[in-house]
């Protein structure tokens, strides 16, 4: 027996009957050979760290704050390794597959933009204009970049319950309960990053904000300290046991209805004064301007596509694509070079 087939064998006597198993996974688009030691989800999740270069390109892009000056703001990087944190807590205590759990986690946002909802708002807009049934959205695009992007075109070739979760993590501005019924995830594994997402970046976004000085904790929502706590590990734990609590032992993951609602109410309180609020308006200008002034570059110019891309694709829709992918997957400072290098005057070699 391998040490695949052992750890196979353990999660049968061990998971959930809710669980995933490994052995019951709906396999990959391009069928491979079995490892001796991993399992099909553990070979997932270290493809994402090794091979995925959109992975490593979180690291250099924003979540909340547009080029933070303090070295202790969330980048997209961080919130992902949150996310994974907090999904394989709860994972473990409901005994759901902690490997496919956790490839989810950290592919869940390798399509995201520059510049964190900002970008991603300003290069649907912009792409759109150039093909009108064409639309962005980093969940998508994550899926995108694992199954068509990555290694050159080939992707990473994950299994499918991997890729459905990456694609099905993003709820919106939904409230959690809304999103609890009305969404059907292909695993339960899924549906808890999807609500570890949620638990992760409202309480980091909130602590980057507090040390920022932008909220202060006099300001918080009185529901949200009383059933959540005034502290930011209060309120993971808070969030985090529910969550187990609510979940254990069922066919669906939940939240007791005053979780729920205290959650909700502090995802509306930092839309409201964070997300978008007056402060932020100013930023979100200044990336409509790279964003936009770079795609229309890149549609106009054949030779700054040439120079980007190594290639002239024949046809608008297919350009537009291109484009998009291509400014999609650059990080903040790389869209800011590039701007400045093609719209501001520089110096000249004389």
């Not at 254990?248 to 205290?262: D, F, K, N, T, Y």
């Not at 596509?305 to 999609?328: K, S, T």
Request: net charge negative; glycine share 6%.
């Amino acid at each position: 027996m391998t040490i695949r087939e052992r750890i196979e064998q353990l999660e049968r006597e061990t998971l959930s009957p809710h669980a995933a198993l490994s052995t019951a996974s709906c396999g990959r688009e391009r069928p491979e050979p079995q490892c001796d030691v991993r399992t099909v989800y553990q070979r997932d999740r270290d493809r994402i760290i090794h091979q995925c270069k959109a992975f490593r390109r979180l690291a250099q892009k924003t979540q909340v704050f547009i080029s933070p000056r303090h070295d202790h703001i969330r980048t997209r990087l961080s919130h992902t390794l949150e996310v994974s944190q907090i999904a394989r807590t709860i994972a473990k205590a409901l005994r759901l597959n902690e490997s496919l759990t956790e490839a989810i986690a950290l592919g869940h946002d390798v399509g995201h933009t520059p510049f964190g909802h900002a970008g991603e708002e300003v290069l649907d807009l912009v792409y759109r204009e150039y093909d009108p049934q064409g639309r962005f959205h980093h969940a998508e695009h994550s899926v995108r970049v694992v199954t068509a992007l990555e290694r050159e075109g080939r992707g990473l070739n994950l299994c499918r319950e991997t890729v459905a979760g990456i694609g099905g993590h993003s709820k919106g501005r939904r409230g959690i309960a809304e999103y609890l019924e009305t969404e059907r995830a292909l695993t339960l594994e899924a549906t808890v990053v999807s609500l570890s997402d949620r638990v992760a970046y409202l309480n980091h976004d909130l602590d980057d904000c507090l040390s920022a000085g932008l909220i202060h904790p006099e300001d918080l929502p009185e529901e949200c300290v009383g059933t959540l706590g005034a502290r930011y590990s209060q309120r993971i734990s808070t969030m985090v046991s529910d969550i187990i609590e609510q979940s254990e032992g069922e066919a669906a993951i939940r939240l007791s209805p005053q979780v729920a609602s205290a959650v909700d109410a502090l995802k509306e309180f930092m839309y409201e004064r964070v997300y978008h609020a007056p402060p932020m308006a100013e930023e979100r200008r200044r990336v409509r301007m790279v964003i936009e002034s770079l795609f229309r570059l890149y549609m106009t110019s054949d030779d700054a596509l040439a120079a980007a891309l190594g290639q002239l694709p024949p046809a608008i829709p297919e350009r537009a694509r291109a484009v998009c992918d291509y400014i999609a997957g650059m990080t903040d400072r790389y869209a800011t070079d590039r701007y400045v290098e093609s719209f501001l005057p520089g110096s000249v070699a004389l």
